[in-house]
C-alpha cells in the first residue's frame, strides 16, 4: 500500500531566489521578479565580565533538522542518512538499475573486468535490461550488442530481460517491449520514493513517478552491478510552479520548452527540478513523463512530480511491491523558484540547433518542412498518439508531407490499433492515420531520435527540415549533419504535417 511520510509541500516553502514569471507568450516579454529571502540575524550580546563558570545541561529536545525536498529526502532514505544537504557526497543503495543496448555491452564489460569473469550481479531481480535503440536493422554491431545481452541475461539468470530475436516481426516477440523509458513505467518498474539508475540521459522520465532517476555513464553501471550502490552528490532542487488551466491546444511539451527557453540549456545543470503547481496535478502520468523527460536538455541531475492519486491509480496492476511516497517539507531549501501562468502559454517549439532555441508556432509559420516524426521516449506514448490523431481529425485533411509514426512500444503500438480516438466516431488513431496519409506505425523502438544506423526507419540521410516529437535538435541528432529538426508537442506536429510548415495547432483546434 502507498502510504505518506509527509504532508504535500504547500507553497509558503524557504527559497533563496523567487522568479514570478508571468507571460502572454514567454518570457522574453514577461517580467522576472527576483526577491532575495531576508536572513535571520540572531543579535548576540557580548559580555565584559567574565562568566559565571556553571555546569551545562545536555539540552533535551535532540537535533535540530532542517527541511528537505524531496530529491534530498529519497536520497536521504537510500544512504540511510537521517539528514541531507545539497553538496552532500553519498553512499546510495540503488532500486533499480537499467541499461539498454547500446550502453549495456559496456557496462558488463566493465562489470567482468573490475569483478571478475564470474562474477555474479548484487540482485538478478533489480536489473532492468531492454533492447530498444538500435533494433530493427541490419548492421552486424547492432546486432551483436543484443546478443551479448541475452548471453549476459542467460548467465546471471536475470529476471527482467525484454527480449528480441525475430527483426522481422516484432510482434513475434511477446518479451520484447520498445522504448526503455516507456516500458520501465508499463511494466511496474517504477516507484515513488525509490532510486532508479539508468544507462540513458532521459532515465529521468521516471520522475514522474516521485522517485530518484537519473542516467549513469557505464563505468558507473559497471559498478552498480557488482555493488547495488554508487556514491552520488545531493543535487540542490530548482522549483517549478506552473498554475492555471491548461489549454487545449497545448500539451506538457509545450511546458518544458518554455522552462528550458526560461533557464538555458545549462540552466540545471546537476540540479533537481520540482514541478509542482494546479497544473502539474492536472496532468496523466504520460504527460509527467514528458516533462521529466526532458529536464536533462538544461542540464538537470533529476526531474520530480509529487506522487498523487494519479500516480497511484496508474500503479495499480502494474506493481505488487511496497513503496514509500515522499513529498518535500514545507520549509525546504530552494535554490530558485519559478512561476508560470500556464493559462497564457501559446504553442512552442525549439529552433534548430538547441532545445533552448525557443519560439512561438505561429512565429515560425514560413519555415518549409520537409517532414514530420512522432515518436521516442518524450512524444511517442500513446496519448502523444492520440493528441496528434486529434488534430488530423479536427482537419478531415491529409498530410502534405511524409509523416513517420513510431510507436514508444508493443503496447502503444497495440493502442493505435485498438483504442478509439474520443469524438471520433468510433475510429482508432491508426484508421485517422491512413486516411490523413501518415505512414503506417513502424515497430515500436528509439528509431531515428538518435539517428542510428543507415538504415533506420526514418532516419534523416540527407538535409532535410523536420519537426519532430523528439528531445534534441543538435547537428546529426536524427542522422545527417546538416539537417533542421524543429522540436514540437504531438499538436504541434500534426498541424505542422497538414500545411507543410510550422503551424500553430489553434489552426486546427479552434
Known sequence: MASSLASPSPTS??????KDLGFSAFPSTSQIAIQKCKKQVSKKIVSVMAPQQSERKPATTGSVKTGMTMTEKILA???????????????????????????GPGSIGIFK????????????????????????????????????????????????FYDI??????????????????????????????????????????????????GIGNTDAGFVLGTGKLLLKVPPTLRFVMDGEMPPYLL??????????????????????????????????????????????????NGVVPADSTTFKYLEGKTSLPYEPVYSDAQASYLSEYRFDISKLEPLVAKPHSPDSRALARECKDVKIDRVYIGSCTGGKTD?????????LASGKKVKVPTF????????????????????????????????????????SCG???????????????????????????????????????????????????????????????
Open 252 to 301: 506538457a511539451k509545450d511546458l518544458i520548452l518554455q522552462i528550458i527557453g526560461e533557464i538555458s540549456v545549462a540552466g540545471a545543470t546537476y540540479k533537481a527540478m520540482e514541478f509542482v503547481g494546479t497544473t502539474v496535478e492536472s496532468l496523466n502520468m504520460e504527460e509527467r513523463m514528458t516533462l521529466c523527460n526532458m529536464v536533462v536538455e538544461a542540464g538537470g541531475k
Open 405 to 444: 509514426l513510431v510507436p514508444a512500444t508493443q503496447k502503444v503500438w497495440l493502442d493505435l490499433y485498438t483504442l478509439p480516438v474520443p469524438r471520433s466516431g468510433g475510429k482508432t488513431c491508426s484508421q485517422i492515420f491512413e486516411e490523413a496519409g501518415c505512414d503506417t506505425p513502424a515497430s515500436p
Open 77 to 103: 532514505k537510500a544512504s540511510e542518512k537521517p539528514q541531507l544537504s545539497p553538496g552532500d557526497n553519498v553512499w546510495v543503495n540503488v532500486d533499480i538499475l537499467m541499461t539498454h543496448d547500446v550502453c
Open 13 to 18: 516553502s524557504f527559497i533563496r531566489n523567487k
Open 165 to 214: 530475436k525475430d527483426l522481422s516481426n516484432f510482434k513475434a516477440n511477446p518479451d520484447y517491449k520498445g522504448v526503455c523509458h516507456v516500458a520501465l513505467a508499463q511494466e511496474g518498474h517504477c516507484r515513488p520514493g525509490e532510486v532508479l539508475l539508468g544507462t540513458d540521459s532521459h532515465t529521468c522520465t521516471a520522475g514522474a513517478f516521485g522517485q530518484f532517476a537519473t
Open 448 to 510: 531515428a531520435c538518435l539517428g542510428g544506423p543507415k538504415d533506420t526507419y526514418a532516419r534523416m540521410n540527407e538535409p532535410k527540415v523536420c519537426v519532430s516529437t523528439t528531445n534534441r535538435n543538435f547537428p546529426g541528432r536524427m542522422g545527417h549533419k546538416e539537417g533542421q529538426i524543429y522540436l514540437a508537442s504531438p499538436y504541434t506536429a500534426a498541424a505542422s504535417a497538414l500545411t507543410g510548415y510550422v503551424t500553430d495547432p489553434r489552426e486546427f483546434l479552434q
Open 113 to 160: 573486468k573490475e569483478f571478475g569473469q564470474n562474477a555474479k550481479v548484487w540482485d538478478r531481480e533489480k536489473i532492468v535490461i531492454i533492447p530498444d535503440h538500435y533494433i530493427f536493422t541490419s548492421d552486424e554491431r547492432a546486432n551483436r550488442n543484443v546478443d551479448i545481452l541475452r548471453d549476459f541475461c542467460t548467465e546471471q539468470n536475470i529476471k527482467y
Open 384 to 392: 502523444d498518439f492520440l493528441a496528434a490523431a486529434k488534430v488530423f
